[in-house]
């Protein structure tokens, strides 16, 4: 769906019929502010919850959910809220703990053996703590599964392949694959799922009765907000992103009714309704720093900050001599932020359905509420962006500057199609489609629709039909070959904190009928050794080398098996005019051996 930007500037005046104002006098002219906000940014519209003191001092929205059928949004409308996620499963976990369930300090693979790290000593001493307050030393590789088809569990088998870029403790680096594997936790301690847990423990007992946590619950929801890009000329309507498999770092759609009963009990030391749903201990834990996460120098966003750290789930700030606490997020189409204010009983939660209006807003209210004196934040955050778009747009083209001209690959377009492994980030598909070369990445590609250009040499950048993209700092792809001369391989910079990634191509699997097989079948002579070649009882085509394990043979050619558990191994057999096997070579990196049939 395509709006122009001339019709959607119209429909401006129409928001602020479908908004109540808040009838607290500190907040008057919020209805003003935020619609003006809203076109500043070009968004649709915002949710709002304010609560103080064990009140909901105000909940609602502004503008719309659906712009074409000019649907308002309500304070039940249904957003996405992204990493807002974290401090409910890490509530979850401190729920467990009380329990004596768990330990906090103990590592988490007394809990989850099946996690693995690259690292022999992040294996044997990360804590849960350590996950919660994002110190693991694991970058956020978030491309691993931004996108993905992996399953949960297919994920947590990814992180022993993930490069880490500092060592345990050494510094605060964000990371989701850490609370998704805390979910993974709750569910090997409870025997119930991430969302039966969440369902039980939090959403009902709190009475956020709207909020869910699936694209497909989402998509059921009569009040839900579509999710919506803008660029300098339109705005329109993009699908959900599922991010269901990493779902307990950021899978939750609520809305403002939900989240202001969530704040509430934040500021009231975990009780809600003279309940207690969080454990007061771990709530102070939570709130209190546990890593330092940046400078906590003062700047133009905010100029009178005081420290700025990381807690469990939460960060932690100074704001206007005030202590905060704040967690954003951000999934396609959403920004979202929850954030109160402990010594203040004050708690604050703002969504939009487009870009970044949610902290202009938040400050806004922050400001009243807490009676500090009006600051810009319209004129603030609008100056940030403006600034970084014109920076971006001046800024030089580093693919003009180093693209080497004139120059052709080294192989035709059809030697670089197949399928290509990074264990810590699944398969990339290189297919080859009206001459062009397509890329497929983590079965993507029907969302994404890239294609590779020629940029030099063997490197090609990724090009997309759906997303406006530049060639300022397009993604490249660097094939690499073998000592055949072969393409083998390519080199991909896609995590920043740590070198390149290397994507391994696949041999081709051919499916063979098991009767075919059956002329390999003997005994072979090597060295005066006897090869067995045989087929076990499913019928895959096995060899046994005296003094070794029994080797699976996967057939990639006509005569030619590779070795399944030994890359750049492979066995070739040689057969003559009549398809009688004469005898088999073992293709090694070290050389070749070959094996007369007996």
Not at 442 to 463: C, I, M, W
Request: hydrophobic share 35%; net charge negative; charged share 25%.
């Amino acid at each position: 769906m395509r709006i122009i930007l001339l019709f959607f500037l119209a429909i401006q005046c129409c928001i602020t019929s479908y908004a109540q104002a808040p009838t607290d006098t500190r907040l008057e002219g919020l209805d003003t502010f935020v619609n003006r906000v809203l076109e500043d940014w070009k968004a649709p519209g915002i949710s709002i919850a304010v609560v103080e003191k064990g009140k909901v001092i105000y909940t609602g929205g502004f503008g719309f959910r659906n712009v074409e059928e000019k649907l308002p949004v309500t304070q039940h409308t249904l957003f996405a809220i992204g990493s807002c996620t974290k401090a409910f499963t890490a509530s979850m976990i401190g729920m467990l703990e009380k329990e004596g369930k768990l330990d906090l300090d103990k590592p988490v693979r007394n809990y989850l053996p099946e996690l693995k790290f690259k690292n022999e000593y992040t294996n044997a001493h990360c804590t849960l703590r350590d996950m919660m307050c994002h110190r693991t030393g694991l970058p956020r590789h978030d491309y691993s599964w931004y996108g993905s088809t992996a399953s949960r569990h297919q994920l947590l088998e990814r992180i022993q392949y993930l490069e880490p870029s500092a060592e345990l403790r050494e510094k605060y680096q964000y990371n989701n694959f850490m609370f998704m594997s805390l979910g993974v936790v709750i569910e090997k301690i409870t025997g119930k799922s991430w969302e039966q847990n969440l369902e039980e423990r939090i959403l009902k007992p709190l009475k956020m009765d709207d909020t869910n946590m699936s694209i497909a619950a989402l998509e059921e929801a009569k009040d839900r907000s579509l999710a919506y890009q803008s660029t300098e000329d339109e705005i329109k309507v993009i699908p959900y992103r599922n991010i269901d498999a990493i779902g307990p770092a950021g899978s939750i759609n609520s809305s403002a009714a939900d989240m202001s009963n969530w704040l509430l009990t934040w500021i009231n030391n975990g009780l809600f309704e003279d309940e207690e749903i969080i454990p007061s201990g771990y709530r102070n834990q939570a709130i209190t720093m546990q890593m330092a996460s940046g400078g906590g120098l003062p700047g133009e966003e905010n100029p009178d900050i005081h420290l700025f750290g990381y807690g469990l789930a939460w960060g932690v700030s100074s704001y206007g001599g005030h202590y905060r606490v704040e967690h954003s997020g951000g999934i396609d189409g959403f920004i979202s932020t929850t954030s109160f204010f402990p010594s203040d009983s004050l708690g604050i939660f703002v969504v939009s359905n487009q870009g970044g209006p949610s902290n202009s807003v938040r400050n806004f209210i922050a400001d009243r509420m807490l009676g500090i004196a009006d600051r810009n934040w319209r004129g603030v955050l609008l100056k940030q962006k403006n600034q970084f778009e014109s920076n971006f747009k001046t800024s030089p083209n580093q693919d003009s500057l180093n693209q080497i001209k004139n120059t052709t690959p080294s192989h035709p377009d059809s030697s670089y199609t197949g399928s290509y492994e990074n264990k810590g980030y699944g398969i990339a598909k290189i297919f080859l489609e009206n001459d062009t070369l397509w890329i497929d990445y983590n079965e993507a590609g029907k969302r994404t629709k890239s294609y590779l250009q020629h940029y030099h040499y063997d490197v090609f950048r990724t090009r997309s039909t759906v997303e406006k993209t530049d060639n300022k700092n397009a993604t490249k792809l660097n094939f690499q070959t073998d000592e055949k001369g072969n393409v083998s391989a390519f080199k991909i910079k896609i995590e920043p904190a740590v070198d390149e990634l290397v994507f391994v191509r696949q041999a081709t699997v051919l499916d063979i009928d098991p009767n075919d097989l059956e002329k390999y079948l003997g005994n072979y002579n090597l060295m005066g050794n006897t090869v067995k070649v045989y087929l076990r009882g499913d019928g895959t085509l096995m060899v046994l080398v005296p003094g070794q394990p029994d080797y699976e043979l996967v057939p990639i050619g006509t005569d030619q098996f590779k070795i399944k558990v030994a890359e750049g191994y492979e066995v070739h057999f040689e057969v003559n005019d009549e398809h009688k096997v004469l005898s088999l070579s073992f293709v090694q990196p070290n050389g070749t051996f070959k094996a007369v049939k007996q």
